[in-house]
Structures are given as structure tokens and as C-alpha cells.
């Protein structure tokens, strides 16, 4: 499956890459969505719990940001913008702090997807049930940019990561406004193609910065790239192969740059001090390398 | 794509090292009481700062990548009597995120080594010391017996006979003659009676049924 080909597909593009999973798995239709609508619970389960706390994450780096955001005054008077940034933190922090979420398509950037498409929902007062087609193109997205491509900071860097959750974002929130299959992936284009290049350096190896505020600011990315879509804008470079360029750039990027915390942000005096705080708190837990269990 | 539904913070470091576990945990059929498990590279490296180390054991102990158990795990282990040591290795030309696991019950023991490759996803690439090569999304039968002609036809049959459909397969021995591995991935899951017969014959030594454990 190419995203030329789902561009092409009748609409909508999600009935098309049901058809298509159906084929494969050998499921029902009904099953596939069942599925799905359980993992939009979950994904909405992970918002409302990381939107009420402020427990630190493993670090103490992050942990109380969707929350602070949730709960300050809407200065901007755009309460859509509060909204997706503060629903994708809260999925991300929960995550940081070991709570259950959805990969979507990492952990990493889980929060993207849920931020942009539940917080467009909630904003507009539409219903979960609304959101299951437009999540399930979203997967389809994710499938055939990862057909060309790696998804993993390791291996591609963060464009890599945050690049299709968000482009898989952009096609969902497209879908869900009434977006024909064209525009969907033309958002899901416009949104790679303006991602292409962010690199992977995550302080001390943890997934939490800049990961959290990342999500934030690239559940916005896709809900930009969704409205540019939907007002007919489209991506010069065709679709397959903005993901093709991705990849190269991916493959160009040096390994400092790829989720090993030996460059950028990670390689900063501060970003080595709190290197250095987890090692000295991960010796005083064990020998380095090893932990013994006692019997119980 | 959209999941799997996992406890943080990183699909290769935290649900695919659960899910490593987990293979092991089925393929030693009984319960884990002590786990040798070597980290390579990342997983070696970065894999306490993602809970590897506590998603590994979570596995070991049955639990699912989305249990809220798996944070309390090394707790979870000691109550239920495992006792588990981890070792930097270095494993060779394999993936940055693998492990090596030897985990042992009351009466038997099993090896398994396999990667985390990104999202959730892994690859069993040794079992029992012998190269294999599937990744738990479908259900996946182990057969470990003494190299004979006819063997793999005879499985096969078997599995035909259940009216399963074989999706993928390999074989490796250690020799001729000697202990030969093989792993059918299926598309639905063998009767007790198939597995029944398996273990009726007399060159089988080691049999299981690995449940699926992924979609996709």
C-alpha cells in the first residue's frame, strides 16, 4: 500500500485501509473497529488521568506540564490550540512516569495523535464514535510511510517518530472534518514534509525532553496541516516521495543525532548533569549492570 | 500502528522487552523460579532509563505490556519466587535492542534470544540454542527433536490435519542426526490433540505453543 494509492482510493480514504486490513487479517470489519474504539478509550483514559496529576516522571524532569497548561487561563483566547497541547502532554507524561498509553506509533510520540484528533473532537463536541474511521486511516498512514521508512528515533531520527504521528494526525483530523482521501494525504504530506530533519536527542536517554513538549507542539503541526489540506492546499512534492526523502535524510543523519543521547539537547552542560544524576542514582540502586534479586 | 496499549516509556525498551519475556514465560510452560538475562548493546546502555530491565521480568512473569503490575515487577518477581540476575553481553552482529534469556522452573528450562525492533515489534531469533526466526504475531508451535527423515513432513501433515494453516516456518539442527529446532508460525491457534501427538513420538523431545502475542 502506497499513499498515492490511498489518495486515489474512493472515499473515504479509512473505508478503503479497512477493506484492506480485513483482507489481511481475515477479521470483520466490526472486529477491527471494536478494537480500535477500545484503543480510543484508552488513548482518552491516558488524557484524563495525565490532565489531573503531577507526579513526577522517573527523572522529575516532567510530570506536571499538561496539567499547568490545562489549568492556566486561555490568554490566547484559542482554546483549541490549549486544548490539543495540553491533551498530548498529558499522554506523554503518562508515559513518562511508567502509565499506561497507546503507542501511536511509538510511545515516544504517543501523545500526538490523541492531542490533535480527540482535542479537535472535544473542541467541535463530537463523539468517540466519530473518531474510530479516522483512526484507523490514521494506522493506515502510519503503515505505508512505514513501508519506505523506519519508524524509530534510533533509526531515523525524530522526524522519523514524531514525523508520522503527526502526518498520521494530520490525514485522521482531515478525515474527521470531511476531507475526501486527496486531502487527507496531502496533510498527512504537507505535515512529513515540514518535520523532515528534527533529530533525536532525548536528555539522558529518557523519553521525556524534549519529548513532551514535542507532542505538544506537533499536535498543533497536524492540525495546521489538516486545515492547509482541507482549504485544497496540497504538498508540491508528491506524498511517497516526501516519505522517500525522509528516509534519506534519516540515513544521512549521524548516529550522535539517532536516540544515543550523544549530541544536541542530551550534550548540553545541563542535559549531562541530569546524565550524570541518573548514573550515580542507578549505582546506589545496584552493582552497574547487574541487580540481584534476593529469594523470596 | 495505533498501539499496542502499553505501560511506558518506549515501545522497543519497554513493551518489546515485556514481550521477549513473555515468550519465554510460555515456552518454559511452568513456573519461572530463576532468570539469567543478558543485555546487549541499547539494551544494555539505555534500557534502565525505559524500564527494560522491569518489562523483562514483568514478561517472565506473564504479564501483559499493558499490566499496571509491570512498574512493581522486580516486587511482583520476589513474591512469586523468581529469582533474576542481568548481565551486560556483548551478542554479537545482532540487533542494538536484544536479549538473552535463560530461565528455569522447578523442572525445566528454557533459552530464548530475540530482538525489540522498533514499536512493539520483536523477533525470536534462538531458541533452546537453535536459530529460529518469528516474531509472536501469530501463534507459533516449537518442536524440538532428534534430526530423522520425514520429520517435517510428519509436522506438517499433523498441522494439515488439525485444518491449520501453516504461515511461515524454519528449521535448523546442530548437526545431522542431532537435535533439530523447528518453529511453524500458524495462522490459528493447534488442538491439544495435534500437540498430544507431537509428544507421542518417540524422536520428539520438547514440544509448546506459543499463544499469539501481537497483532499484526
Redesign the interface.
Known amino acids: 500500500m502506497t499513499l498515492e494509492e490511498l489518495m486515489n482510493a474512493p472515499a473515504p480514504a479509512s473505508g478503503w485501509v479497512l477493506a484492506q486490513d480485513c483482507a489481511e487479517t481475515g477479521l470483520d470489519p466490526r472486529e477491527i473497529r471494536t478494537e480500535m474504539a477500545r484503543r480510543i478509550g484508552e488513548m482518552r483514559a491516558s488524557i484524563e488521568r495525565g490532565l489531573k496529576t503531577e507526579v513526577k516522571s522517573i527523572t522529575g524532569m516532567v510530570g506536571w506540564n499538561a496539567k499547568g497548561l490545562w489549568d492556566a487561563p486561555d490568554v490566547l483566547g484559542a482554546p483549541l490550540l490549549r486544548r490539543v497541547q495540553a491533551y498530548a502532554m498529558a499522554v506523554n507524561e503518562e508515559n513518562a512516569r511508567m502509565g499506561r498509553i497507546v503507542a501511536a506509533p511509538t510511545a515516544g510520540s504517543a501523545g500526538t495523535i490523541p492531542g490533535a484528533l480527540i482535542g479537535v473532537a472535544d473542541h467541535l463536541g463530537l463523539s468517540d464514535e466519530r473518531l474510530v474511521d479516522p483512526m484507523i486511516l490514521a494506522a493506515g498512514v502510519g503503515k505505508a510511510i512505514s513501508k519506505r521508512m523506519f519508524i524509530s528515533g534510533a533509526a531515523g531520527g525524530c522526524q522519523a517518530e514524531i514525523g508520522s504521528s503527526a502526518a498520521m494526525a494530520a490525514a485522521a483530523v482531515t478525515e474527521l472534518l470531511g476531507g475526501p482521501p486527496r486531502a487527507c494525504v496531502h496533510a498527512a504530506s504537507l505535515a512529513l514534509m515540514n518535520t523532515i530533519g528534527l533529530v533525536c536527542d532525548p536528555v539522558g536517554g529518557y523519553v521525556e525532553v524534549p519529548c513532551v513538549s514535542r507532542n505538544a507542539f506537533f499536535a498543533v503541526h497536524a492540525v495546521s496541516a489538516a486545515q492547509l489540506a482541507l482549504a485544497q492546499l496540497e504538498s508540491f512534492i508528491p506524498p511517497d516521495e516526501v516519505v522517500t526523502a525522509m528516509a534519506q535524510v534519516g540515513r544521512l543523519m549521524p548516529a550522535e543525532l539517532r536516540e544515543t543521547a550523544e549530541g544536541g539537547l542530551a550534550q548540553t552542560p545541563t542535559g549531562l548533569a541530569v546524565t550524570a544524576r541518573m548514573e550515580g542514582r542507578q549505582e546506589a540502586e545496584g552493582a552497574q549492570g547487574m541487580i540481584e534479586l534476593p529469594m523470596a | ?12 525498551h ?2 518489546g522487552a515485556c514481550r521477549l519475556g513473555l515468550v519465554a514465560h510460555h515456552l518454559l510452560g511452568e513456573a519461572p523460579r530463576r532468570a539469567v538475562i543478558g ?1 546487549h548493546a ?1 539494551f ?3 534500557g ?4 527494560t ?1 522491569l518489562a523483562l521480568v514483568a514478561g517472565l512473569l506473564g504479564f501483559l505490556p ?1 499490566d ?1 503490575r ?2 512493581q515487577a ?1 516486587l511482583e ?12 553481553v556483548d551478542l554479537g552482529d545482532v540487533h ?1 535492542n536484544t536479549a538473552h534469556i535463560d530461565l528455569h522452573g522447578e523442572t525445566e528450562q528454557v533459552t530464548v534470544q530475540g530482538s525489540s525492533t ?3 515489534v520483536i523477533a525470536v531469533t534462538q531458541v533452546q540454542g537453535l536459530g529460529v526466526n518469528f516474531s509472536g504475531s501469530n501463534p507459533t508451535v516449537l518442536l524440538r527433536y532428534t534430526d530423522a527423515v520425514g520429520m517435517i513432513a510428519r509436522i506438517a501433515t499433523t498441522i494439515a490435519a488439525d485444518g491449520v494453516n501453516i504461515a511461515a516456518l524454519t528449521c535448523t539442527r546442530e548437526m545431522r542426526g542431532g537435535q533439530a529446532l523447528l518453529a511453524t508460525e500458524l ?1 490459528a491457534p493447534l488442538s491439544p490433540q495435534a500437540l498430544a501427538f507431537f509428544n507421542h513420538w518417540p524422536d520428539t523431545n520438547w514440544v509448546r505453543l506459543l499463544p499469539k502475542l501481537m ?2
Open positions: 500502528m495505533i498501539g499496542p496499549v502499553m505501560i511506558g516509556p518506549s515501545s522497543s519497554t513493551a543485555l541499547s544494555a546502555k539505555t534502565r532509563g525505559h524500564g530491565h499493558d499496571p509491570l512498574p522486580f518477581a520476589e513474591a512469586a519466587g523468581l529469582k533474576v540476575e542481568f548481565r551486560d542494538p522498533g514499536g512493539g495462522d497483532d499484526g
